[in-house]
Structure formats: structure tokens, C-alpha cells
């Protein structure tokens, strides 16, 4: 028995679609000259598909090879799409590779659970094109075949030569996501793996402090709570003017304090994720360059005990800050910022540290989950009471062209800051009501960053693309010295947060800059360089 030989056929079609289809995918992830630069290194092995080959067993071999190579290109473009749509961040950006570095396997399915919308849509896309790609990757070339027409003998050696010339070039070379992804994830190792040894450099800022020699202006037992928060967007709270009444009890505490209490109307962070954004509130704002000291560091050499307590089971933050305490309180030790662990264990932890005997002079850094997505484990079960009634909020979504999704997400989060006005609340409480009633107390509360929850445009999560993202609550209280009524209305930066805390703290030491300091009557704004247009900080 003998095998019919295969018919001859023209692959110029195959080369054409498989190709085509790469470039279209190419063309999500990149622009300008880089959709050149992929294409040429793309090109070696779709040309392949030009090549008459008469085993059977190598054109099958060839099909697996091509659609891989392809599939390879093609997922390294859906990749840097959703990137750029959702975050303009490319792959290797600071905030990508620290967010890559600091999650785990069980972080990136909760992420997808929250997302998988998107990853749906662009699972979808890429099992069109692998299955197209892989229909016409089948039609390759076939010995004997078609002789092709010169002017194609000519593309095809061109083109083949500008591959050999790409590869040639380092620059070319390392965008192949082969080399690139490869260099990534070592990147991120890298990055991990300085976090998770970082006592040198914890010994380096306690020494920078030392040799600082802060000092405490005011004698007498002196307690100060720092309460940062995640994801929290000031205009879901009531206490700002939102439409729900998301802050009730925020409210009757700003009512019993009067002029103890500023809201800092006109907040802001400079940063859209968590980790720049700490290590700017406690680095005092100031590039590395300048090499700054820590806030809690100096507090440590000024004579105050230092407590951290966190409802985040987070690598880079408890290496990069909180063990700079004295006390570390990590209350939620299961991995995974989607974790069901409400904010409300830490206060009883918080109690304890008011309590403690072994000082007179506390600062407590109390780290929240906030509003971190997923919304819906951010309040106890069964307590959404935004989630039957159609009030204006809904109906200014519906006319804004909100989806019913992001409709949803934006009655969750709203319930998670009802939680967290309870929370936030109860340690304000707790600090008003510690010590003799004599004592120096002070508390400040503040988010590491906003949230866009069908603000300004229908999606909900971080958000470095538009104002949400940065616009966060900022409130400070103490019991001695009315704060100063102008503070509520000057814009302030989180990145200025440690000028502020020295303030509370009572710690002074040449170097200070009180033209950063909110409550200084020296106090002088100065806009930041953000990564979206902000048309004003004053609102």
C-alpha cells in the first residue's frame, strides 16, 4: 500500500494569516517602533512555514513549533494590553514588578476571581487567534509545492536577513518574550528576595537616626496613633459630602471633638499602590537620593516604644517598615491580600498596646486592610445595607453608564467603608480615652492610596490612570492645642505624612522642613509631579 503523496499548495496564505494574526496581537502590547521590532523577531519561524517539507512527520513538527513560537508573541502582546488598559504600566514598570514580587499563588487567583471578566475576554481572544493560527500553521508549505513568484523568493530572504540583524542586536534581542519574560521573572526574584533580608538596612536607618539626635520638645507621657488604611477613596465617605451614609460615626466624633479634630478636605497620595506609597509617607517624601531617615526609626531614638500592628500578612512591608518596631503585631498571618480577615481583630491588639506599662511614650502604627478588593470580604457577612435600595448614588451610576458589575462593586465598597467608619472609629475612640486624663494623646488616619469604583470611568480597582486612584481621606486629632482651622482646607500630600507625625510626636532635630508640615503656620504647598492631570488639588 502506498501513500498519496500531498498536493502542492501555496503557503504565501499561511504565512500571511498566521502572521497577520501575530501582528494584530503585537500591536495591543506595543506601539510605534516596537511593533516593528516584534515583528521582525517574530518573522524566522512564520516564514518557515514557506519551506517545502516532504516527511509528513516534520510538517507535524512544524505545525507544533509555529504555533508555539506564535503563541509565545501572542501572549506576551494580551499581556502587555491589559497592562497598559488597565494600569499604562508596562511588564517591567516599578509598580508591576513590585506588585509581581510581593503576591503569591493564592493572591494572583483571588485577582483573577476579581477580574476574571477580563481575563475572559482576553482568554477568548487568545483561543481565536491560537485556534486560527494553528488551522493555517497546518498549511505550510509542501514538497513539491507551488514554486513561489520571485518578488516572494525576494521578501522572504529580505526579511530573513533583517531577522539575522535583529537577533544580532542585544537591544532586539532581549524584547523576544522568551528573553524578556525570563529576565523578568528574575526581576522579581531578585526584588524578593532583597526584601526578605533587609535587617542590614533596618541597622543602617536606627544608626542614621541615632546620629540625628531627635529630641522630644514636651515633657510628660505622650501617646500617638498612626492608623493608615488601604484603598480608600475620600468620596465614599460621608464625612466628605458622599451621598450614602457610609461614615455615621466618624460624623458624631468630628461633632464631639470640634476644633481637636481636622479633616483634611483636599488629600492626597502621590502614589497609586501601597508600597511606593508607604515608603514615601515614612521616608518623609524625599528621594533616595537624599538619603532619608525613617519616621519610625527616629521616633525609636527619640525615646519612644514603637508598636506595628497589621491586619496584612504583606513580605515587603513587614521587612521594609514594621520591623523597625519594637513590637510587631501581624494579625492576619494567612497569605493573600484578598484574605477574609476583618479589620476589627486588630483592636483589641491596639488595646493592649495603649495599656501597656513598660512606657510612657508609644507611637502605634496601626496598618488596615481598608478597602482592599475584594470588597465583599471586607464587611461581615450580611451586612450591605446598600445592596436592595435604588438611591441617588445608583441612579447617578445608571445615567453615568455605569455597568450592573461595577454597580455592585460600588454598593460592596460602600458597605466596607460603613465597616471601616466602625473600625477607624473604635480607634479613635480607644486613643481619646487611653492614659490619665492629663496625657499628651494624638492620632492620625489617612489611606495609602484611592480606589476607582465607576468614578470616572466604568471599572472598578487601583487606579493610576485617573484622579481616583489618588484622592484619599486625611484626619488628625489630639487633645492639647486646637489644630489649626486652615489646615482643613490646605491641599496635603500622603507623601508629607512623616512631617506631620514628627509634629504629633513632638520630635525636633535640625534638618526639619516645617514648610511640609499641614499644621504649620509655615506650612507651603507644592504640587506633585503625578502620573495623570489633576485639574486641581484644592477640591
Same mark, same amino acid.
Given at each position: 500500500?502506498?501513500?498519496?503523496?500531498?498536493?502542492?499548495?501555496?503557503?504565501?496564505?499561511?504565512?500571511?494569516?498566521?502572521?497577520?494574526?501575530?501582528?494584530?496581537?503585537?500591536?495591543?502590547?506595543?506601539?510605534?517602533?516596537?511593533?516593528?521590532?516584534?515583528?521582525?523577531?517574530?518573522?524566522?519561524?512564520?516564514?518557515?512555514?514557506?519551506?517545502?517539507?516532504?516527511?509528513?512527520?516534520?510538517?507535524?513538527? @512544524?505545525?507544533?513549533?509555529?504555533?508555539?513560537?506564535?503563541?509565545?508573541?501572542?501572549?506576551?502582546?494580551?499581556?502587555?494590553?491589559?497592562?497598559?488598559?488597565?494600569?499604562?504600566?508596562?511588564?517591567?514598570?516599578? #509598580?508591576?514588578?513590585?506588585?509581581?514580587?510581593?503576591?503569591?499563588?493564592?493572591?494572583?487567583?483571588?485577582?483573577?476571581? #476579581?477580574?476574571?471578566?477580563?481575563?475572559?475576554?482576553?482568554?477568548?481572544?487568545?483561543?481565536?487567534?491560537?485556534?486560527?493560527?494553528?488551522? *493555517?500553521?497546518?498549511?505550510?508549505?509542501?514538497?513539491?509545492?507551488?514554486?513561489?513568484?520571485?518578488?516572494?523568493?525576494?521578501?522572504?530572504?529580505?526579511?530573513?536577513?533583517?531577522?539575522?540583524?535583529?537577533?544580532?542586536?542585544?537591544?532586539?534581542?532581549?524584547?523576544?518574550?522568551?528573553?524578556?519574560?525570563?529576565?523578568?521573572?528574575?526581576?522579581?526574584?531578585?526584588?524578593?528576595?532583597?526584601?526578605?533580608?533587609?535587617?542590614?538596612?533596618?541597622?543602617?536607618?536606627?544608626?542614621?537616626?541615632?546620629?540625628?539626635?531627635?529630641?522630644?520638645?514636651?515633657?510628660?507621657?505622650?501617646?500617638?496613633?498612626?492608623?493608615?488604611?488601604?484603598?480608600?477613596?475620600?468620596?465614599?465617605?460621608?464625612?466628605?459630602?458622599?451621598?450614602?451614609?457610609?461614615?455615621?460615626?466618624?460624623?458624631?466624633? @468630628?461633632?464631639?471633638?470640634?476644633?481637636?479634630?481636622?479633616?483634611?478636605?483636599?488629600?492626597?497620595?502621590?502614589?497609586?499602590?501601597?508600597?511606593?506609597?508607604?515608603?514615601?509617607?515614612?521616608?518623609?517624601?524625599?528621594?533616595?537620593?537624599?538619603?532619608?531617615?525613617?519616621?519610625?526609626?527616629?521616633?525609636?531614638?527619640?525615646?519612644?516604644?514603637?508598636?506595628?500592628?497589621?491586619?496584612?500578612?504583606?513580605?515587603?512591608?513587614?521587612?521594609?517598615?514594621?520591623?523597625?518596631?519594637?513590637?510587631?503585631?501581624?494579625?492576619?498571618?494567612?497569605?493573600?491580600?484578598?484574605?477574609?480577615?476583618?479589620?476589627?481583630?486588630?483592636?483589641?491588639?491596639?488595646?493592649?498596646?495603649?495599656?501597656?506599662?513598660?512606657?510612657? @511614650?508609644?507611637?502605634?502604627?496601626?496598618?488596615? #486592610?481598608?478597602?482592599?478588593?475584594?470588597?465583599?470580604?471586607? *464587611?461581615?457577612?450580611?451586612?450591605?445595607?446598600?445592596?436592595?435600595?435604588?438611591?441617588?448614588?445608583?441612579?447617578?451610576?445608571?445615567?453615568?453608564?455605569?455597568?450592573?458589575?461595577?454597580?455592585?462593586?460600588?454598593?460592596?465598597?460602600?458597605?466596607?467603608?460603613?465597616?471601616?467608619?466602625?473600625?477607624?472609629?473604635?480607634?479613635?475612640?480607644?486613643?481619646?480615652?487611653?492614659?490619665?486624663?492629663?496625657?499628651? @494623646?494624638?492620632?492620625?488616619?489617612? +489611606?495609602?492610596?484611592?480606589?476607582?469604583?465607576?468614578?470616572?470611568?466604568?471599572?472598578?480597582?487601583? +487606579?493610576?490612570?485617573?484622579?481616583?486612584?489618588?484622592?484619599?481621606?486625611?484626619?488628625?486629632?489630639?487633645?492639647?492645642?486646637?489644630?489649626?482651622?486652615?489646615?482643613?482646607?490646605?491641599?496635603?500630600?500622603?507623601?508629607?505624612?512623616?512631617?506631620?507625625?514628627?509634629?504629633?510626636?513632638?520630635?525636633?532635630?535640625?534638618?526639619?522642613?516645617?514648610?511640609?508640615?499641614?499644621?504649620?503656620?509655615?506650612?507651603?504647598?507644592?504640587?506633585?509631579? #503625578?502620573?495623570?492631570?489633576?485639574?486641581? *488639588?484644592?477640591?
Amino acid at each position: 500500500m502506498t501513500t498519496r503523496p500531498s498536493p502542492p499548495r501555496n503557503a504565501l496564505p499561511a504565512c500571511g494569516v498566521v502572521g497577520a494574526t501575530l501582528l494584530a496581537l503585537i500591536a495591543l502590547g506595543h506601539d510605534g517602533r516596537r511593533i516593528a521590532q516584534l515583528a521582525v523577531l517574530a518573522a524566522p519561524m512564520v516564514l518557515w512555514l514557506a519551506w517545502p517539507l516532504r516527511s509528513t512527520q516534520m510538517r507535524r513538527l @512544524r505545525t507544533l513549533l509555529v504555533w508555539l513560537w506564535a503563541i509565545g508573541f501572542a501572549l506576551d502582546g494580551a499581556v502587555r494590553a491589559y497592562l497598559l488598559d488597565t494600569y499604562q504600566a508596562a511588564p517591567d514598570s516599578a #509598580m508591576v514588578l513590585g506588585a509581581a514580587a510581593n503576591t503569591n499563588a493564592r493572591e494572583g487567583t483571588e485577582y483573577l476571581w #476579581m477580574h476574571w471578566r477580563s481575563a475572559a475576554v482576553w482568554c477568548a481572544v487568545l483561543a481565536v487567534a491560537g485556534v486560527l493560527m494553528g488551522m *493555517f500553521a497546518r498549511r505550510g508549505a509542501v514538497a513539491p509545492s507551488v514554486r513561489p513568484a520571485r518578488w516572494a523568493v525576494a521578501l522572504i530572504a529580505l526579511l530573513l536577513l533583517v531577522a539575522c540583524a535583529a537577533y544580532a542586536s542585544k537591544p532586539w534581542r532581549r524584547l523576544h518574550p522568551a528573553i524578556f519574560w525570563t529576565q523578568w521573572a528574575n526581576s522579581v526574584h531578585t526584588l524578593r528576595s532583597a526584601w526578605a533580608d533587609q535587617q542590614k538596612q533596618r541597622d543602617r536607618l536606627m544608626a542614621q537616626a541615632r546620629s540625628i539626635a531627635p529630641a522630644i520638645s514636651q515633657a510628660g507621657p505622650s501617646t500617638v496613633v498612626l492608623v493608615i488604611t488601604d484603598s480608600i477613596n475620600r468620596d465614599n465617605m460621608a464625612l466628605y459630602g458622599y451621598g450614602r451614609p457610609t461614615t455615621p460615626r466618624l460624623l458624631a466624633h @468630628r461633632a464631639q471633638a470640634g476644633g481637636q479634630m481636622a479633616v483634611l478636605k483636599n488629600a492626597w497620595s502621590v502614589d497609586a499602590s501601597t508600597l511606593p506609597a508607604l515608603r514615601n509617607m515614612f521616608r518623609f517624601g524625599l528621594p533616595d537620593s537624599d538619603n532619608p531617615p525613617h519616621v519610625l526609626a527616629l521616633a525609636r531614638a527619640a525615646g519612644y516604644k514603637v508598636w506595628w500592628i497589621s491586619n496584612h500578612d504583606d513580605l515587603a512591608i513587614e521587612q521594609q517598615h514594621a520591623r523597625l518596631a519594637d513590637v510587631v503585631d501581624m494579625v492576619n498571618r494567612t497569605p493573600g491580600r484578598a484574605s477574609a480577615s476583618l479589620d476589627g481583630e486588630i483592636l483589641d491588639c491596639v488595646q493592649e498596646a495603649l495599656q501597656d506599662a513598660s512606657t510612657d @511614650r508609644k507611637l502605634i502604627v496601626v496598618h488596615l #486592610m481598608g478597602a482592599h478588593p475584594h470588597y465583599s470580604l471586607r *464587611f461581615p457577612e450580611n451586612a450591605n445595607p446598600f445592596d436592595d435600595d435604588v438611591d441617588a448614588v445608583e441612579n447617578g451610576l445608571v445615567k453615568d453608564g455605569r455597568s450592573a458589575w461595577v454597580r455592585r462593586f460600588r454598593q460592596e465598597y460602600d458597605a466596607a467603608l460603613l465597616y471601616h467608619d466602625f473600625v477607624v472609629s473604635e480607634l479613635l475612640q480607644q486613643t481619646r480615652t487611653a492614659g490619665k486624663p492629663g496625657d499628651y @494623646r494624638a492620632w492620625m488616619y489617612l +489611606s495609602d492610596h484611592g480606589q476607582e469604583v465607576g468614578h470616572v470611568s466604568d471599572r472598578a480597582g487601583h +487606579s493610576p490612570s485617573t484622579a481616583s486612584g489618588y484622592r484619599i481621606p486625611a484626619l488628625i486629632w489630639r487633645n492639647r492645642d486646637a489644630l489649626p482651622v486652615e489646615a482643613e482646607q490646605r491641599p496635603f500630600r500622603a507623601d508629607w505624612t512623616a512631617w506631620v507625625l514628627a509634629d504629633l510626636l513632638r520630635i525636633r532635630w535640625n534638618g526639619q522642613i516645617p514648610t511640609r508640615n499641614v499644621l504649620s503656620d509655615a506650612y507651603r504647598w507644592q504640587a506633585p509631579e #503625578m502620573p495623570v492631570a489633576i485639574e486641581s *488639588f484644592s477640591r
